[in-house]
């Protein structure tokens, strides 16, 4: 079969970060993203390897309103902000609290250690969150780092949030602090932390030593104890990282099914490549797509979760991510909410509200209910609600962008935002991304303020 071009798109050169033509290939059953720099010429790299999924998977997705934001003056990716370019608002606020780490994790797309260790005060915090409601209203927070957890002012910085009325967030954690401290969990819960964003590799310790280079596992069990007991609901974030734990998928969600119900899902996100191949683009068997890993979930849990259940994200580009929702029965099995509604459901219509839609979900699946336990109606149908409300879970995916594969058309969709102390927005695999030598597009300086890293002059088109 010939190779055959399914759309035409914008990305940047990975050496000189201009902005250069783009375009999906199919070539048998896969997709690869090709795209090419006159001065240094072409790039490709595997995207999905289900071309008839690629295909199929964006049919209910539209594009978002585009926001009122600062004008664009260079283009994308030069303009974050966000710029009037960008379509929709944050359906998930990131907050760099510090860029200090008590780990050295081989893989981190936060690349701590090698930027600046400055971080913003309480007012700096501030400002971060109003931003996000003058843009985004009550979307949902997350706060990250670098590794949030050592600052002392954790829990005020938690407390300003609720009092500023927003209601959902998230502790993104390595979990070490909550393991260490049985009471710090019921402390973040009280101060109204919602969610541990807990990194969680997998179930065995030579996984952690591949990708955060020392034993952890025992770690996260503790930091998922004290939580438990705090009532503190925790969703676990793998990395998935070909050759070390994509088959170990089926394992992970076990081990989630057995600490269900603090455990409230599991966020899966397939390694992006932010400066770790220099000058070379990762190899195939180095990339694992979206469709890859949803297979690879119906296959390791033999159909207890299958691709029908898995619904694409509603909002353009649908390449980014998938959800879906399961309760976990009383034999010990998992029963689709989303079973087959990934193509039924009637599509958005413009203009939906779609950070509205997303905190609605994270404050249903992604926080221990507050009436836990407290109702024991003796009725069949109150036992059945009962369980459904306490043992329902969010298993979703996320494929962050590199510069190897970032399109400029899915970067202006993007929903989730890294927020910096002057009220800058810029969607994460733009602020994260990095060039084949390790270079960042953006970065933070000393006062706080986003900085596009690239010269002015080289920032059109690749001539």
């Not at 608002?89 to 200090?100: D, G, I, K, P």
């Not at 025992?218 to 939580?227: L, P």
Request: with cysteine; proline share 5%.
């Amino acid at each position: 079969m010939e190779p055959s071009i399914l759309s035409q798109t914008q990305s940047i050169c990975p050496v000189c970060r201009k902005r250069i033509p783009a375009r999906y290939r199919k070539e048998g059953s896969k997709v690869y993203f090709e795209k090419e720099c006159k001065e240094h010429g072409d790039f490709r790299t595997l995207f999905w390897r289900d071309a008839q999924l690629f295909e199929e998977w964006p049919a209910l997705s539209v594009h978002a309103d585009q926001v009122k934001g600062k004008p664009a003056r260079r283009g994308c990716p030069y303009d974050c902000g966000l710029c009037e370019e960008h379509e929709g608002a944050s359906c998930t606020a990131v907050l760099e609290v510090t860029f200090r780490c008590n780990m050295n994790c081989p893989i981190c797309f936060a690349d701590t250690g090698k930027i600046n260790q400055w971080e913003p005060d309480q007012a700096g915090v501030r400002r971060m969150l109003e931003a996000v409601w003058k843009t985004s209203g009550n979307c949902s927070i997350q706060f990250s780092g670098g590794e949030p957890t050592v600052r002392e002012d954790l829990e005020d910085l938690l407390r300003m949030g609720k009092e500023m009325g927003f209601s959902h967030i998230q502790v993104n954690t390595n979990g070490l602090k909550l393991s260490q401290d049985p009471d710090y969990a019921a402390r973040l819960k009280n101060a109204g932390a919602d969610l541990i964003y807990l990194q969680f590799d997998g179930t065995d310790d030579a996984v952690y030593q591949a990708i955060r280079g020392r034993d952890l596992f025992e770690v996260k069990c503790r930091a998922i104890e004290h939580c438990a007991k705090a009532g503190l609901g925790v969703l676990l974030v793998p990395v998935v990282t070909p050759g070390v734990n994509d088959g170990k998928l089926g394992e992970i969600v076990d081990f989630a099914k057995k600490h269900m119900p603090a455990v409230k899902g599991i966020h899966f996100q397939p390694v992006s490549y932010f400066g770790r191949f220099p000058d070379q683009c990762p190899p195939d068997e180095a990339r694992m797509g979206l469709g890859d890993l949803m297979q690879e979930l119906e296959r390791q849990t033999g159909g207890e979760m299958r691709l029908s259940d898995m619904v694409s994200r509603k909002r353009s580009d649908s390449h980014c991510s998938f959800s879906s929702v399961y309760y976990l029965d009383e034999e010990g099995q998992l029963r689709a909410i989303t079973k087959e509604n990934r193509r039924e459901d009637a599509p958005c219509e413009p203009g939906t509200n779609f950070p509205e839609k997303a905190n609605q979900f994270t404050n249903e699946y992604w926080r221990m209910p507050k009436e836990q336990g407290k109702s024991r109606s003796r009725t069949a149908m109150g036992a059945f609600l009962r369980r459904l409300r306490e043992y329902t879970l969010s298993v979703t995916g996320m494929g962050f962008q590199d510069v190897w594969n970032v399109d400029l058309a899915r970067l202006r969709g993007c929903c989730v935002h890294v927020v910096t102390p002057d009220g800058n927005l810029t969607p994460l695999c733009a602020f994260h991304l990095t060039d084949a030598k390790g270079g960042h597009l953006y970065q933070v300086d000393l006062d706080g303020r986003l900085v596009c890293l690239q010269e002015e002059k080289d920032c059109g088109e690749c001539e």
